[in-house]
């Protein structure tokens, strides 16, 4: 029984303060060794039983009989017994483990030996099924994200050599063979290559990459043969990175669970002193006190109250719906952020990258007929190159080749307006209007009505002019309104773009309030005042720029986690595939996870309240109470894992 006993190392016990956790260590032992001290027990107590009520004998009984229900209870018994005592010498003294302890212990002292024997042998089997449910949802969320291949091919001097990924160095080119996975994060050297990320992201459709492009571990290569140099060490790559996040999920404790877990350090102590006083309190009332029937009384109470279901499952339950998330490319932080998911009631989102493509294309340029208008682009390239922006990509894309012999100094990037720098000892401004305003630039320009991101120029003191820039929607955003507004969540778009942009998306797609025009810290303003009015919110953006919004809101939602290490630190959830239909399918996997631990609850307390019931009146045996207890749990687990297999 040994194997299915918690085994917690020393750091796991630091690291949960000694509560009962059953991630029992099966994963490497057979079904057979498993169950095989059950088997033993089970196979002595039949023969037992057989003795005691089939065949006719004279010698099984005393001491005999005694010796024989021992040796059967030794294999289940003494396993749980070490736990007690390890418990104990822990501080936790009312652990379940010594309910049952002095439960069986208990129905020896009264003669009860084959109750006392059955008692354990069903609780371990109980013991035995959870830690396989456990483990099969562990595994099962860490062979989702642990795409990771353990060997990589290296190209040396030309040749061909496989390695073990972890010594691959930055800078070495990996071959990657058509069906094979990627082991480290790199540049593409290949002048295309198409690859299945829905490892990563839970998209099927093929990514197709372009030489230099990033392509990350735990892609596919769908196609030819493929180059790729090694960019980022083997422990630090995004998967890994991920991997580590959702492992340490289960640190993060939802309320619920954190509930549970006070409550049942209360909970056990008051139910060990109640049985005591069902064993000796009658003798004060009952004339025809007998005291090994109130002490049998006492032991089938200690069996029933036992909390295993409630702190197995409720904690279950959360994996699995993180394990949920993480199957649809959607990783959450902990448990706590799906019972704030659960109760969401505005959803703020950003625009650029989180609604729209963030992929822009220059419309116009309007420049003044006084300026040299190809000078000017090349000298806003070559700033906008300072830039991570999606506006600095579109501008490059528009203009070419950035001219590396135009000097600039000083460069500046103000936040919320653009970017300011010096050449040839004038200033250049790109940015919004609000740049201009800023520096006192005048303008003659009614800009309300421009249904397109403008950027706004000034060189040398003078206003240049502007460049009109479209980005375009994403396909799922409509979808997406409409998932939160039938889940009655009510939607805010906040963004620094221009008002009349940001309200232009917002009609389209039907967002209830929207704000343009806004620096960081308007942004911060907006969700203030939504928090004042005692509303949950969460806040939906790119996890880096946003990041005191972020912070602020009670969940934080990026968008494209794959492409920012920054944002795997700061968002509490992260959407890795850039889809905003993710964001109402998140809610509905809080929503889901909640209400299955609240049916686990109501489940785990209402039979145990009818069988302790039924013990008060006399009619409920050992082996109902072992129903209330090994067989709740079971139930309950049973349940918890049920939202691994739901289709969001």
């Known amino acids: 029984?040994?194997?299915?006993?918690?085994?917690?190392?020393?750091?796991?016990?630091?690291?949960?303060?000694?509560?009962?956790?059953?991630?029992?260590?099966?994963?490497?032992?057979?079904?057979?060794?498993?169950?095989?001290?059950?088997?033993?027990?089970?196979?002595?107590l039949l023969i037992g039983i057989t003795f005691d009520n089939f065949v006719e004998n004279n010698w099984f009984n005393g001491w005999i009989r005694l010796v024989w229900y021992l040796i059967a209870y030794i294999p289940v018994g003494i396993p749980v017994l070490k736990e007690a005592f390890e418990s104990i010498k822990n501080g936790d003294v009312f652990s379940e483990f010594f309910l049952m302890g002095i439960a069986t212990i208990g129905a020896f002292a009264i003669g009860e030996y084959p109750e006392g024997v059955a008692v354990m042998l069903f609780y371990s089997v109980g013991e035995v099924f959870q830690a396989m449910a456990v483990t099969k949802a562990k595994?099962?969320?860490?062979?989702?994200?642990?795409?990771?291949?353990?060997?990589?091919?290296?190209?040396?001097?030309?040749?061909?050599?496989?390695?073990?990924?972890?010594?691959?160095?930055?800078?070495d080119i990996i071959q990657l063979k058509s069906g094979e996975k990627l082991g480290l994060d790199g540049e593409l050297l290949s002048e295309k290559a198409s690859f299945n990320t829905s490892a990563l992201t839970g998209e099927s459709k093929p990514d197709t990459k372009s030489k230099g492009e990033m392509v990350l571990a735990g892609m596919i290569n769908l196609n030819t043969v493929s180059q790729v140099r090694v960019t980022t060490a083997y422990k630090d790559s995004k998967l890994s990175k991920i991997l580590e996040m959702v492992q340490n999920a289960t640190s993060?404790?939802?309320?619920?669970?954190?509930?549970?877990?006070?409550?049942?350090?209360?909970?056990?102590?008051?139910?060990?002193?109640?049985?005591?006083?069902?064993?000796f309190l009658p003798y004060f009332f009952f004339e025809d006190y007998r005291f090994t029937k109130w002490l049998y009384k006492a032991l089938?109470?200690?069996?029933?109250?036992?909390?295993?279901?409630?702190?197995?499952?409720?904690?279950?339950?959360?994996?699995?719906?993180?394990?949920?998330?993480?199957?649809?490319?959607?990783?959450?932080?902990?448990?706590?952020?799906?019972?704030?998911?659960?109760?969401?009631?505005n959803v703020v989102m950003d625009k650029t990258g989180t609604m729209t493509k963030g992929v822009f294309k220059v419309q116009e340029v309007n420049f003044g007929n006084e300026f040299n208008k190809e000078e000017i682009l090349k000298f806003i390239n070559v700033l906008e190159s300072k830039s991570s922006h999606p506006v600095a990509t579109a501008i490059h894309e528009f203009v070419g080749e950035i001219n590396h012999s135009i000097?600039?100094?000083?460069?500046?990037?103000?936040?919320?307006?653009?970017?300011?720098?010096?050449?040839?000892?004038?200033?250049?401004?790109?940015?919004?209007?609000?740049l201009m305003d800023k520096f006192s630039i005048s303008y003659d320009l009614?800009?309300?009505?421009?249904?397109?991101?403008?950027?706004?120029?000034?060189?040398?003191?003078?206003?240049?002019?502007?460049?009109?820039?479209?980005?375009?929607?994403?396909?799922?955003?409509?979808?997406?309104?409409?998932?939160?507004?039938?889940?009655?969540?009510?939607?805010?778009?906040?963004?620094?773009?221009?008002?009349?942009?940001?309200?232009?998306?917002?009609?389209?797609?039907?967002?209830?309030?929207?704000f343009g025009d806004l620096l960081p810290e308007d942004k911060v303003n907006k969700v203030k005042e939504l928090k004042a009015k005692n509303q949950t919110v969460a806040f939906v953006g790119d996890g880096v720029n946003d990041a005191p919004v972020v912070a602020l809101s009670d969940v934080g939602i990026a968008m494209g986690g794959l492409g920012s290490d920054a944002t795997i630190e700061t968002a509490d959830v992260v959407i890795q595939d850039d889809k905003p239909s993710k964001i109402p399918m998140a809610i509905n996997i809080g929503k889901q996870t909640k209400?299955?631990?609240?049916?686990?609850?109501?489940?785990?307390?209402?039979?145990?309240?009818?069988?302790?019931?039924?013990?008060?009146?006399?009619?409920?045996?050992?082996?109902?109470?072992?129903?209330?207890?090994?067989?709740?749990?079971?139930?309950?687990?049973?349940?918890?894992?049920?939202?691994?297999?739901?289709?969001?």
């Not at 642990?146 to 290296?154: A, K, L, S, Y």
């Open 1 to 44: 029984m040994e194997e299915c006993c918690t085994t917690r190392s020393k750091k796991e016990h630091d690291h949960e303060g000694h509560d009962h956790d059953h991630s029992h260590e099966v994963q490497d032992k057979s079904t057979l060794q498993l169950f095989l001290p059950a088997i033993i027990s089970f196979v002595l």
């Open 139 to 171: 595994t099962n969320i860490k062979s989702l994200l642990d795409q990771r291949p353990d060997e990589v091919t290296v190209l040396e001097n030309g040749n061909p050599k496989v390695i073990k990924a972890e010594k691959a160095n930055i800078g």
């Open 252 to 279: 993060q404790k939802a309320p619920t669970e954190l509930f549970i877990r006070k409550f049942a350090k209360v909970y056990t102590p008051i139910v060990v002193f109640l049985a005591i006083g069902i064993t």
């Open 300 to 345: 089938i109470f200690l069996v029933i109250s036992c909390p295993c279901a409630l702190v197995v499952s409720i904690p279950l339950g959360y994996f699995g719906g993180i394990g949920a998330g993480s199957r649809n490319g959607i990783l959450i932080k902990g448990s706590n952020f799906l019972d704030i998911l659960a109760n969401v009631q």
């Open 407 to 434: 000097q600039l100094e000083n460069v500046e990037e103000i936040a919320g307006h653009g970017l300011k720098a010096m050449i040839a000892g004038k200033e250049l401004l790109v940015g919004n209007f609000k």
């Open 446 to 514: 009614k800009t309300e009505n421009i249904v397109y991101t403008l950027i706004a120029v000034a060189y040398d003191k003078k206003f240049v002019g502007y460049l009109t820039i479209a980005d375009s929607i994403k396909e799922d955003a409509q979808l997406t309104i409409n998932k939160l507004k039938a889940l009655n969540i009510k939607t805010t778009m906040l963004s620094g773009d221009k008002s009349s942009v940001v309200q232009f998306v917002a009609n389209e797609l039907g967002i209830e309030t929207a």
């Open 595 to 648: 209400k299955i631990v609240w049916q686990n609850i109501i489940l785990a307390f209402a039979v145990k309240a009818i069988v302790l019931i039924l013990g008060a009146g006399g009619l409920a045996t050992m082996w109902e109470a072992v129903f209330a207890d090994v067989g709740v749990a079971l139930l309950a687990i049973l349940n918890a894992v049920r939202i691994q297999r739901m289709k969001f």
